[in-house]
């Protein structure tokens, strides 16, 4: 059975650079496009930052473009994204997706809270 669990979320002060973590079991990541996804209270989930399956390729949404940087470790089966100088603004559940390149399915974690606050 395909599974994503997030971690690394809390409390974490402006400015500080936490890593979140996503674990998947039940298939190989390096076939998987793979991407972070967060939604802010009472705002719509959106696409943070994405990684190839061959992890050749990342993007960015711009509000966090130069602060956070995602990556994958095969051997690990898991996909990181460390964020630095973190804002308030950033606060929001963070999810974690796979991207099935033969049939275009996503697959989902249930997501880590991340809480920017002084």
């Known amino acids: 059975q395909m599974q994503l669990v997030e971690s690394g979320g809390g409390l974490v002060q402006p400015g500080g650079s936490p890593r979140l973590s996503c674990t998947a079991s039940?298939?190989?990541?390096?076939?998987?496009?793979m991407n972070w996804y967060r939604q802010a209270p009472g705002k719509e989930r959106e696409l943070v930052a994405a990684?190839?399956?061959?992890?050749?390729?990342?993007n960015y949404a711009n509000s966090v473009k130069g602060r956070f940087t995602i990556s994958k470790e095969d051997a690990k089966n898991t996909l990181y994204l460390q964020m630095n100088n973190l804002k308030p603004e950033d606060t929001a559940v963070y999810y974690c997706?796979?991207?099935?390149?033969?049939?275009?399915?996503?697959?989902w974690g249930k997501g880590t809270l991340v809480t920017v606050s002084s």
């Open positions: 990684i190839t399956f061959a992890g050749g390729t990342t």
């Open positions: 039940g298939f190989s990541i390096y076939y998987y496009a």
């Open positions: 997706s796979a991207i099935d390149m033969r049939d275009g399915m996503e697959h």
